[in-house]
């Protein structure tokens, strides 16, 4: 009885807090320092990192690991064979790690790493650093990991590297020994093959001396920038060159899970206050490829941060900045690596993409790679809106679509029918395909909110979208968390469609068989000819110029969405039971008065055959 009261009360004072995270899903913590000394004539650098770690979780950790990404760069590693042996392996990748020479390849090598004073015992595996600590981590304890280390910067393959197609000397991701993240599901020490991470929020300093020809930007807020070398701009304006062969940049990160930063001489920077508040850096290399493009990026990209703050929460930090570099467009906590020489459309839209990172992964932090969809396809999705909305400010060319995500179900639907596809659920570097995994997580992982906003209506979607945000953020949430949330704001119940959509290849195909009448009275034959169950939007257009959406729920979501479109009539009809391959529809008119019936979603339902929608 005790404990049955004791539920009860925990429940309801959970019921009091809003937005309460789970008391399971604990969160580990992390601060960062480290020193770089870097040489740019060798592409060498040594480092020392001080870890502090919290161990938030009930668990008693005797082992920790870390990440050294830079040793995927080498002949014969998992990266190497893995895009050796997949059918369609990303030509940015290709044969090319296997022809890096001693001097282009990367490589992290720890030399010393002591557990508050004491030796560990440590060993290289690759891309993973496993460590059996000097003592036990206790649950709510704390300790401190010192490290010394030696890396050298690869020739620019994948993300990270030296010397990019443009021109950037140095884009330094993935570029430091990182502690893998511990949480409600274990350890997550992946192999770094070329996708997704994971990481631990924490707060990161960071000193990097370098040459001081060389202009600095990356992640966090750049201190004493006035003491830097010639040609950074603090705030627009230019200041003095620093005297001496080198200069240390020291960067101060709050709260992020990753830091990147990149350097080269030629780099022109810039900022602006947006009218957010966050001052947005860009620094690119100026030529007649880039010079007139990114010279209006700033004003588009401060309207399409006020946009995002107000559609889907608001930006935490105080600063972002977008920085030439890379091999196409990576996201980071505070920055983003893009390839700078593009047009206008495409680039904005690969800032776009990126800054929306910082929502669905940088502050979210979904595990990218269990759960790419949610990162990558959540991004992708919010992305689609934003260009609309500059396109329908007249800020970019095009017109302003009703649904820019629209597009995307023709292209996902035909793939859908090619047998290549593969449940979102399977882990990102196990696809079989490099197309099954972008698919699936880019455009399948956007479809699934451009649907889910067709199950319950662009309101409580809406609602949906910003309480996410407010509710899980820096909490790592899972498929079943979001969708938790969009049942609350709607009502209903939605972990079919969680299930079907995440975890199957099920197809939605849904077909108008007939008119028939019975009874003086329209009955309305549709069909359920794909396996995943859907709700239906009927559209009925009757012969005197009147309409009418009919709406039948599926019997297990237990309700039905609300109206939408105010100007014509709405009626729920009975609920659709899952099992059920046909349904009838009685309309009130008879049959010679029904001018046409149409499945209409407004572009979000992807019904993989939309030729027989309509009769």
Known sequence: MQLKFSIVFACLLMATISYAQPAERWQQSIDYKMNIDFDVQTHRFDGTQKIVYKNNSPDTLNRVFYHLYFNAFQPGSMMDVRSGTLMDADPRVGSRIAALGPNEIGYLRVSKLTQNGKATQFAEVGTILEVELAAPLLPNQSTTLDMEFKGQVPVQIRRSGRNSAEGISYSMSQWYPKLCEYDYQGWHANPYIGREFHGVWGDFDVSITINKDYVIGGSGYLQDADKIGYGYEKEGVKVPRKKGKTTTWRFLAPNVHDFVWAADPDYKHTSLKSKSGAMLHFLYQENEKTRENWAKLPAIMDEALEFINR??????????????????????????????????????????????HSWYQMVLGTNEALYAWMDEGFTSYASAEVMNYLRGKGLLPGTKLDNPNSTSVRGFSSFARSGREEPLSTHADHFMSNAA????????????????????????????????????????????????IAEKESGLELDWYREYWVNTTQTIDYAIAGVDEMEGKAVVKLERLGFMPMPMDILVEYTDGSSEMINIPLRIMRGAKPQEDKSMKYTVAEDWPWTHPEYELPLSVSKSKVKSVSIESKGRLVDVDADNDKL
């Open 311 to 356: 559609t889907y929460g608001q930006y935490p930090y105080d600063q972002y900045s977008f920085i030439q570099g890379g091999d196409g467009g990576m996201e980071y906590p505070m920055a983003t690596l893009i390839t700078g020489e593009r047009q206008l459309s495409s680039l904005v839209g690969v800032s776009v993409h990126e800054l929306m």
């Open 437 to 484: 995994y972008g698919v699936g997580s880019y455009t399948k992982g956007a479809l699934f909110l451009n649907q889910l906003n067709y199950i319950i209506g662009k309101q409580a979607f809406d609602r949906t979208m910003l309480r996410y945000y407010d509710t899980w953020k820096f909490k790592h949430p899972n498929p079943n968390d979001f969708i938790r």
